[in-house]
């Protein structure tokens, strides 16, 4: 509690002295923002650092000034790799500061951290020299954010152990100048992540800060300290009870005489969730259709909130003593959505798979696909004269969230025929070929923003046959399990309508006339509508 109360009140003095806010256009801004689950062979592999990383960029480039050409993100990236980026930044700092442009760099990191190096796979690069990086940045604001730490159980520390204090100080006036240093726990503490969240606590009540949840003032923009203020306050407040104990984010900021930065613009983006001032109070989540936490909002009494959210339907949920209070909205591209209180209904709390607020949504969903595609056997010509290269028409059923988040279990009929020609030791026989395949396939797929791809096996039983046109020979019949590999990518054209381009690998073995393995592959391309 003291360390709280102290960090409170040197931040109120903080924000008291700041002058009026930096707004995103007088900045040219760049970013170099990485997370890195692996941290080597004597580490625990993180699950949420690349995720994390991936929606710190999504909202720097979208809500944070920065330009797609001068973000650089860095998932499962090396040491080198990072320097590469830092570099490439001073590259393109230096240009801008010779055109007379003021400048800022955003530092963002997730990952391991131990024994005074960041842990990026089997790299490292040394706290001292990230420090001489960033200070070397020649760039007129620097910010640098850090969430890295040690292991555990549901809720695990990041990393493995516990590793020398994690501080970064300037050590002259010069290099202090325009530097802020955020970083997630103090420095005798774990930083957290959660299965339940699906993130690190830090990051995922940084991002909904940055959203627009730590907009204290009400002007649609979210400087430095708001941000910092509300993810210090949710972080603690969420790691309070957790086996590593409370978790409080720190800080180190000189920016002399710059004043209080603003990191997001809510209100010209003009599109996500608006909760009103007459809504009630209270902690509202919002949860994508691939059932992670976007956002999670702590509105106060007599406030309103924009919550900057990218277009999709979301969730709504909020705990009352008793119950839930549940809703679904839709946020179109350019629109922001009001949520209002009678559209939201009350629900048992055995409607919320995990009972924990702001959880992760594991409810199952289906999606529904029909498409076309061509297969041919390898083993051309011979093969061919069995099975003819062949156009397909099939439809898919997919139930998504299957087992764990992201899995995807499916069911797929398809049908073609195509014409052959039969090559025999004395005659030719032309003949009319038939398939139908009966499958199911369990893949496991990575959403994005737009694109999802996705990689797993495939069991299909195929019936086929061929009916010769001379009538002297029989006509014959086939069937066989064919096991294989699946894998593609989605586009994602609407909230709930995709394009999927898919390939298939797949074996059979031929037994009518005698004993033959055979490979064949298939494209397709499906128009998907998820329920």
């Not at 306050?233 to 180190?252: E, I, K, L, M, N």
């Not at 059923?397 to 025929?417: E, H, I, K, P, Y």
């Not at 395949?437 to 994005?448: G, H, I, N, Y």
């Amino acid at each position: 509690m003291r360390a709280r109360t102290k960090t409170a009140v040197a931040l109120a003095a903080l924000l008291a002295a700041a002058s009026a806010p930096v707004r995103a256009e007088t900045l040219h801004r760049f970013a170099v923002i990485a997370g890195n689950d692996r941290g080597g062979g004597d580490t625990r592999a993180l699950l949420y650092a690349g995720a994390d990383a991936r929606k710190v960029y999504e909202i720097l480039t979208r809500l944070g000034g920065v330009r797609a050409e001068d973000a650089n993100l860095l998932v499962d990236g090396s040491a080198a790799d990072l320097q590469g980026a830092l570099a490439k930044v001073e590259r393109q700092a230096a240009e801008a500061a010779r055109r007379g442009e003021k400048t800022a760099l955003f530092f963002y990191y997730s990952g391991h951290a131990k024994d005074g190096a960041l842990r990026l796979g089997d790299t490292r690069l040394p706290i001292d020299a990230l420090k001489a990086l960033v200070a070397a940045a020649p760039v007129d604001i620097r910010i640098a954010i850090l969430d890295s730490c040690r292991s555990g159980e549901m809720t695990r520390s990041k990393g493995a152990r516990k590793a020398p204090a994690f501080q970064i100080e300037s050590e002259s006036p010069r290099d202090a100048k325009g530097l802020v240093i955020l970083t997630s726990s103090a420095s005798d503490e774990d930083s957290q992540e959660s299965d339940l969240i699906g993130g690190s606590y830090f990051s995922h009540h940084l991002a909904s800060g940055l959203l627009g949840g730590a907009d204290r003032s009400g002007d649609g923009r979210v400087t430095l300290f708001e941000a910092y203020a509300y993810a210090y306050d949710r972080t603690v407040a969420d790691t309070a009870d957790s086996a590593a104990g409370a978790q409080h984010p720190t800080f180190s900021y000189d920016l002399a005489g710059n004043g209080d930065l603003v990191l997001t613009d809510v209100a010209s983006r003009h599109e996500g969730i608006y909760l009103p001032r007459e809504a009630p109070s209270g902690v509202y989540f919002m949860v994508d259709k691939q059932g992670f936490v976007a956002a999670e909002i702590n509105k106060g009494e007599g406030v309103d909130r924009r919550v900057a959210l990218a277009p999709g339907r979301y969730r709504v949920k909020r705990r009352l003593g008793d119950r839930l209070r549940v809703g679904e909205l839709d946020v179109t591209r350019g629109e922001l959505v009001t949520l209002e209180e009678s559209h939201l209904r009350d629900a048992p709390f055995t409607d919320d798979p995990v009972k924990g607020a702001g959880r992760v949504d594991l409810t199952s969903r289906w999606s529904l696909g029909a498409g076309v595609g061509y297969q041919a056997v390898f083993e051309a010509p011979d093969g061919a004269s069995l099975f003819p290269p062949t156009g397909l028409l099939g439809i898919d059923l997919a139930l998504r969230n299957f087992f764990r988040r992201d899995w995807v279990l499916g069911f797929d009929v398809a049908v073609g025929s195509a014409d052959g020609v039969a090559s025999l030791p004395t005659v030719t026989a032309p003949f009319r070929f038939s398939e139908l395949s009966l499958a199911s396939s369990l893949t496991v797929e990575w959403p994005r923003r737009y694109f999802t791809p996705f990689v797993g096996g495939r069991m299909a039983l195929l019936v086929m046959s061929r009916r010769f046109q001379n009538d002297e020979f029989p006509a014959q019949f086939f069937s066989t399990l064919s096991p294989g590999l699946v894998g593609g990518v989605s586009y994602r054209m609407t909230r709930n309508t995709s394009v999927v381009a898919r390939a298939r690998l797949h074996y059979l073995l031929y037994n009518v006339d005698g004993n033959r393995s055979l490979g064949y592959w298939e494209l397709a391309t499906m128009v998907n509508y998820d329920f």
